[in-house]
């Protein structure tokens, strides 16, 4: 917990600082598309990438294949996949767990998957081969609306450095946010610190000076107390 501040005053804050907007987060923008199985493959190949590279490759296979499902993937063959998603990076691993998760998802799999309660849900999601917590969450809460909040390298370094989490344990860091935000909130706040860890509180060189939360931030007060 923050002392003195609550969930909704720091989304407030952060959407007064911030310049947001959605064409900056590839697996958002896929969401649009209503097609779970796309958000799906965007969030794996979006792992270890920027999402300007995931965008490319994105849509590379989306020329190809028209509309991302299970089946088409299948019929591609692993080397046109790679060849397609060549830009993000990683790509012939990203291929082969792409072309797995998509044996795995036919037949409307996915969907089903996204019918069960979050727990259940979440569980069935990590069990595929390539998808981790992070990309279970992204998935959930854009295409499931599900109550739960992503948490990626960015906010991860934001949380631990705000004094959130002790750790960056993924789970620790989930359930800080989860118990700091209001469920409406969730997906808000996923983006909004994803674009503070951006802008503001970038791995090297922090510009606390700047940053909307530097008055309650546990390592911009450290900063300050070593400064002294
Ligand atoms: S005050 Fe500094 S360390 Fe704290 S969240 Fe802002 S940029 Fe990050």
Redesign the pocket.
């Known amino acids: 917990m923050i002392e003195g501040v609550d969930g909704k005053a720091i989304l407030r804050r952060l959407e007064g600082a911030l310049d947001f907007k959605e064409e900056e987060f590839v697996s958002l923008m896929a969401s649009k598309s209503k097609n779970p199985f796309e958000v799906l493959v965007t969030t794996i190949v979006s792992q270890n990438t920027n999402d300007k590279n995931t965008a490319k490759a994105m849509k590379r296979l989306k020329n190809i294949l028209g509309r991302i499902d299970p089946e088409r993937i299948e019929k591609l063959s692993l080397r046109e996949l790679e060849e397609a998603l060549r830009p993000a990076g990683l790509y012939r691993q990203k291929a082969r767990v792409i072309k797995r998760v998509a044996s795995l998802l036919s037949g409307g799999r996915l969907e089903r998957i996204l019918e069960k309660d979050l727990e259940e849900a979440r569980r069935e999601l990590i069990s595929l081969p390539g998808v981790g917590p992070k990309t279970a969450d992204v998935l959930l809460s854009l295409m499931g609306r599900r109550p739960t909040i992503a948490v990626d390298r960015h906010i991860t ?2 949380a631990v ?2 004094g959130l989490a002790s750790s960056d344990d993924y789970e620790e860091i989930r359930g800080s946010l989860m118990r700091l935000f209001d469920p409406e909130d969730y997906l808000k706040a996923h983006l909004l610190l994803i674009k ?1 860890g951006r802008v ?3 791995p090297k060189n ?3 000076e700047e ?4 008055d309650v ?4 007060k450290s ?1 300050k107390e070593i400064g002294r």
């Open positions: 370094r934001v450095r705000l503070l503001y509180c970038r922090p510009k606390c940053c909307p939360l530097r931030c546990d390592y911009a900063k």
